[in-house]
């Protein structure tokens, strides 16, 4: 018996990562076995490879007076309007110890169906998941990775000046 047109999958098969190098780690001063400081000493480069974690959430607050952001290694976690208290517009999990992100940004492969997080902590990581950069700089913080022969980068950031 054929099988009707609902139990068919027409996605292609999954083709395999191909052999390009991992994303390259810059030179870093201050290395501390997680991350450093680029050359020119304006953006803290955190690296994470498969599975890794930092220690402790490195975070970077990214805000102006009438809006603001706080960004983790992990990810983004939290944004307000205004007040940072007050004025929360995603969830906040006021959790020191752990990366809990209240916000996520998903990257699909339509060719394949593969998905994963276009930063490192909406999505569990596996020790082959390869290599992650996050620079924080000043009101930018930015998340470089390569997954399924696909590199891309993120460039979370808040305008300096308000209007």
Do not use: C, K
């Amino acid at each position: 018996m054929w099988p009707s047109a609902l139990e068919i999958d027409e996605r292609p098969a999954p083709v395999p990562d191909d052999e390009a190098p991992e994303i390259e780690t810059p030179e870093l001063t201050h290395w501390n076995g997680r991350g450093g400081f680029g050359p020119q000493g304006h953006e803290y480069v955190i690296v994470l490879n498969g599975d890794e974690e930092t220690p402790l959430p490195w975070s970077n607050v990214l805000a102006n007076p009438r809006f603001g952001s706080v960004v983790t290694a992990a990810g983004p976690s939290y944004t307000w309007s205004e007040n940072s208290r007050e004025n929360r517009l995603t969830a906040f999990a006021n959790d020191p110890v752990t990366e809990a992100t209240g916000e996520a940004i998903y990257l699909r492969d339509d060719q394949t169906g593969a998905t994963w997080g276009a930063t490192p902590g909406p999505m569990r990581r596996r020790p082959e998941s390869g290599r992650w950069l996050v620079r924080h700089g000043a009101g930018v913080t930015r998340y470089v990775h390569r997954e399924h022969g696909i590199r891309h980068e993120l460039a979370i950031f808040v305008h300096a000046r308000s209007r």
